[in-house]
């Protein structure tokens, strides 16, 4: 029998044993206070509470503080709108929350939407100068934390601890990420994606695109 379908607040609490078992992979900023919150989306406080701003895998994956100087680009407060000045094709609708590891940027999708389907979506944007530069990574914020960590493990010595931390079934605890087998993982991980998630620089999306994938 399969096991029942993990909510995003269990693949949250999930996650969080991950960091811990995994501690000395990451730097985790001090949790942020009520002040600090202000700008960030509500979907990204409970980690925003716990930590303003990490660096995990060594650096691999970053996300940004939650505020800072008006020209630090680093942090949730200001780095879409200077983005956009710097003439990145950041959505409106798209709040940037992190770095991944080629350097493309994260965002929270705050537009319109199916809520219940879609609760807090996550873009990714190339490092591309033109309309079409991004891909839709998840539904929610918790789902792409959960294929993100566990992606970033296959091959190393902490995947055994990040399948047993995130319930991942044997036929996908695969050695190496190229052997995924996408369509059998984002059914188990992510099942309400609209799509199976694209590389922005071969198969990328524009804005327009994501709303319309987030309309159905």
């Known amino acids: 029998m399969p096991l029942p379908e993990m909510t995003d607040a269990e693949i949250f609490q999930r996650f969080l044993a991950f960091l811990n078992a995994t501690a000395s992979e990451h730097e985790l900023g001090s949790p ?18 716990r930590c303003n701003g990490a660096a995990l895998f060594d650096g691999d994956l ?26 990145w094709p950041i959505p409106q609708e798209v709040v940037l929350f992190g770095r991944d590891t080629g350097g493309e940027v994260l ?15 996550v873009v990714l944007t190339g490092l591309l100068f033109q309309p079409a530069a991004h891909a839709l990574l ?6 792409y934390l959960l294929t993100t960590t566990v992606w970033h493990c ?7 601890v990040a399948f047993q931390c995130f319930r991942v079934p044997p036929a996908l605890q695969v050695d190496e990420v190229e052997e995924v087998d996408a ?21 990328p999306l524009t804005g327009s695109q994501i709303r319309e994938l987030l309309a159905r």
């Not at 100087?69 to 407060?77: F, L």
């Not at 998840?138 to 789902?143: D, K, L, M």
């Open 32 to 49: 942020a206070d009520g002040v600090e919150l202000a700008p960030v989306p509500a979907p990204l406080r409970p980690f925003y509470t």
């Open 62 to 87: 970053l996300f940004f503080a939650a505020s800072g100087p008006p020209d630090e680009d680093g942090t949730v407060q200001h780095a879409s709108r200077l983005a956009r000045q710097a003439e």
């Open 107 to 121: 965002g929270l999708w705050n537009g319109p939407r199916d809520a219940s389907k879609y609760p807090s979506p």
């Open 138 to 143: 998840a539904t929610s914020f918790e789902r």
């Open 154 to 160: 296959f091959g190393t010595e902490y995947a055994d």
């Open 183 to 203: 369509e059998a993982w984002f059914a188990w991980s992510d099942p309400n994606l609209p799509a199976l998630p694209g590389d922005p620089y071969q198969e």
